[in-house]
């Protein structure tokens, strides 16, 4: 028997595949990792095939040394699914099979744990009798009385009772009247507690409904949905028991939610519902801790996942529903590569195992949307908070008239009242600044230069920390002291400008002296719990007011907040990116969502510049429909998504006029491949080559190469090519293809 093996996949340089023989008695199928001989080392390999017959002449055929694993590491459907992925980017097999295991695994860094438990290595009734022996040896005393129920008890429990066990245990070793034992130990994630012990409130009859319509389908592992809930509609129980459905009919389920949405408070609370079925997958778990989690989910023991992103990819076996949460989120687009995207590996996934998927959002995307109308998902609604709660009411404010009556703050006076009013009741607030940050950039008066970027062609953002003030590029990280002088002509008149969360935060605290006021931006969520330390105290109503970027919009349910505030809703809104006005409405109806969740009604208010803006006051009256309405008939006439297909071919090169000439060739080439291929003229809409508006990000300068596409087959035909043309890659130049990109920057 022979094995075609894919050797190395952890190498940059890219895999390839080679046979082996494989040895008598030893057992394997595809998705089994190898240890192969390889020149003279010993590499790490894949099994994609197992056939009976080499081409290969056998005796230059090598032999597989050993299994990795006594069991696949990748599973059939997951080595197909790679397999799928790589053909649709173009990319090497190596480069998707890397998604399916823990990136430690692969190489070979974590280690099982284990964990030391003492024993009695006596009869019990001897127990009393060498107690005695033990005379003034109190510690020792108290250990063996501890193990004298004849059951393990580990290092953590020991030490409870005694300090500084060890001494004693070697003692108790030594006299032969314990012994120790090593049993491996699945780490257990932070806050997830293991026993089932919730059976979830009584339905709304809105979520009995819902949960009618998916049932049908889930017993058949088949359906798409599309769930369009208003905030506060209490998805999440209608996630849960749907799972709860899969799990009684002894199939898996996997719930995928934003990274930023996994919370403490959310992991505890699931793992309090499906208790030892429960596994959690998310970046902040430790190397171990997610070895861990894999394993429990490979060996069918977790069989309920809920994971950020990349726990797409998980090991599940007879897999039933596949949920994502806040389906809207631009998280689920990786855009590292191999780049994809959630909601089309889920819709893989689902299709290829029978499982349901299903999409929930209260501002669902304009592609699912789109997609629901065609009749692609079902779609299903729940248009009221539970509880009968009313959506918050928002109140928009003209900052052009706080201006006019000489109000030169950041908080015009109707947010002054309205947070006034809500700290002397007892309440939360929650303020949306989307910037972080204290001043977004620094320009000189007299010539109008913002300081910018050494590496980056950005302006630099004022930050000030620890008593000291700096310049950050939020692209490269560059850091730079506040220039007294203009760098550009010398002046004098450096002046600061753009308020972002830092000077909230600030303001927030000069307003309320005392007042416990906490930030939650990218700057204080650096690190393994930061975020989670920053929403404990929040909960706990520790911190009355929370200042935040858009990382507070999403998904948190604190029922003691009644009031947001969004301070430049006009932020978003002017992005150069066709999504800008998608992005703003999702932003602003989320954040108003976290208003009022509780007992008290919520308000919001929302300054803006442009209180007559569409987006700004459909979003005011949670009007999702009119929205998409609206929003659908701009895209029809100005020719973007879903109506077509943006690709680029972005250039990067430490040389600015290498990147433009590899940018004008591969326009050429491009130019030529359409000459050849008359029918895509009639989809192609633009076709052009330029500097993208940042021309320069970490000492990396950028051209690139756009495509406006008619959306159809042909389209994903001519997608191919194009992603071809950036695999062949050139020196000093980086070029990199982009289906669809989040933004065009
Ligand atoms: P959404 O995700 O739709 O914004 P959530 O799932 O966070 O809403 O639910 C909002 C709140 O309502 C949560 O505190 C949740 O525990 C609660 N909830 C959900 N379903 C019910 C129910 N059937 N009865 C009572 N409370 C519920
Ligand atoms: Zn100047
Ligand atoms: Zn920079």
Request: glycine share 8%.
């Amino acid at each position: 028997m022979y094995a075609q093996v894919i050797v190395d996949i952890a190498s940059e340089a890219g895999a390839h595949t080679y046979t082996y023989r494989i040895p008598e008695g030893m057992e394997l199928c595809p998705g089994y990792r190898v240890q192969v001989p390889f020149g003279r080392q010993t590499k790490e390999g894949v099994v994609l095939k197992v056939e009976e017959q080499s081409d290969y002449p056998p005796e230059k055929t090598k032999e597989i040394k050993a299994p990795l694993e006594d069991y696949p590491a990748i599973l059939p459907w997951l080595l197909e699914l790679a397999g799928e992925m790589a053909g649709v980017n173009h990319c090497p097999l190596a480069e998707t099979l890397r998604l399916m295991i823990p990136p430690d695994m692969r190489r070979q860094q974590v280690s099982v744990r284990t964990r030391r438990f003492f024993q009695l290595d006596i009869p019990r009734e001897k127990v009393a009798e060498e107690r005695d022996k033990l005379g003034k040896k109190t510690r020792c005393r108290m250990i063996l009385d501890l193990l004298s129920d004849g059951a393990g008890h580990d290092m953590e429990e020991i030490r409870t009772l005694v300090r500084d066990p060890g001494p004693h245990l070697k003692e108790l070793k030594e006299r032969k009247l314990i012994r120790e034992t090593r049993e491996e130990w699945l780490r257990t994630p932070e806050g997830l507690s293991r026993s089932a012990e919730d059976d979830g409130p009584e339905l709304t009859p809105d979520q009995e409904e819902v949960i009618g319509q998916v049932l049908p389908s889930l017993k058949k592992g088949e359906g798409r949905f599309l769930l369009h809930g208003v905030t506060g509609s209490g998805k999440t129980e209608v996630f849960m028991r749907l799972v709860q459905h899969v799990l009684n009919a002894g199939r898996s389920a996997l719930i995928l939610v934003p990274e930023i949405a996994l919370t403490p408070q959310m992991v505890a609370w699931f793992g309090r519902r499906f208790g030892e079925a429960a596994a959690v997958i998310h970046s902040r778990l430790g190397r171990g801790e997610r070895f861990d989690e894999w394993r429990r989910i490979r060996r069918g023991e977790a069989r309920v996942v809920i994971g950020a992103r990349s726990a797409v990819f998980s090991p599940l076996t007879n897999l039933g529903l596949i949920v994502i949460d806040e389906e809207h989120e631009q998280s689920y687009l990786s855009d590292r590569h191999p780049r994809y995207d959630v909601r089309d590996v889920a819709l893989s996934r689902a299709l290829r195992e029978h499982a349901t998927l299903l999409l929930a959002s209260a501002t669902p995307s304009m592609l699912s949307f789109a997609k629901a109308r065609k009749g692609l998902y079902t779609l299903l609604e729940m248009p009221s908070r539970i509880g009968g709660r009313p959506l918050p009411e928002v109140t928009v404010v003209d900052m052009r008239r706080e201006l006019e009556k000489g109000n030169r703050s950041m908080f015009s006076l109707p947010l002054q009242k309205a947070l006034r009013t809500c700290v002397e009741q007892g309440h939360q607030a929650m303020l949306l600044m989307n910037h972080r940050g204290y001043y977004s950039f620094v320009s000189c008066r007299r010539c109008g230069e913002p300081v910018k970027c050494r590496n980056c062609d950005v302006s630099l953002t004022y930050h000030f920390g620890g008593g000291e003030a700096l310049l950050h590029c939020h692209y490269c990280g560059y850091t730079a002291p506040v220039p007294r002088v203009c760098p550009a002509c010398g002046s004098d008149r450096i002046r600061y400008f753009g308020a972002g969360t830092q000077k909230v935060e600030d303001e927030v605290r000069h307003m309320f002296p005392g007042l416990s006021v906490g930030r939650m931006d990218m700057d204080t969520t650096r690190g393994k719990s930061g975020h989670a330390g920053i929403l404990e105290k929040f909960r706990s109503g520790e911190t009355r007011i929370l200042v935040g970027t858009q990382m507070i919009a999403k998904g948190l349910d604190f029922p003691q907040v009644t009031l947001v505030g969004v301070l430049a809703a006009d932020m978003t809104l002017h992005f150069p990116d066709y999504r800008a006005r998608e992005r703003t409405f999702q932003l602003l109806t989320q954040v108003s969502g976290r208003a009022g969740r509780g007992e008290t009604p919520g308000q919001v208010v929302v300054q803006t510049y442009q209180p007559e803006n569409e987006v700004i006051q459909l979003s005011a009256r949670q009007d999702y429909r009119s929205f998409y309405e609206s929003e659908i008939s701009r895209r029809r006439t100005a020719m973007y998504p879903p109506f077509t297909v943006m690709v680029r071919l972005l250039v990067e090169s430490g040389k600015a006029e290498r990147a433009e000439a590899q940018a004008r060739r591969l326009a050429e080439r491009v130019g030529s491949i359409l000459d050849a291929h008359p029918e895509w003229a009639a989809i192609r809409l633009l076709f052009t080559v330029e500097q993208p508006p940042l021309t320069m990000i970490r000492g990396r300068f950028r051209w690139h190469v756009l495509f406006k596409l008619r959306a159809g087959s042909e389209a994903e035909r001519l997608c191919g090519v194009l992603s071809g043309l950036a695999e062949e890659r050139q020196e000093d130049c980086d070029v990199y293809y982009e289906y669809n990109p989040s933004a065009m920057m």
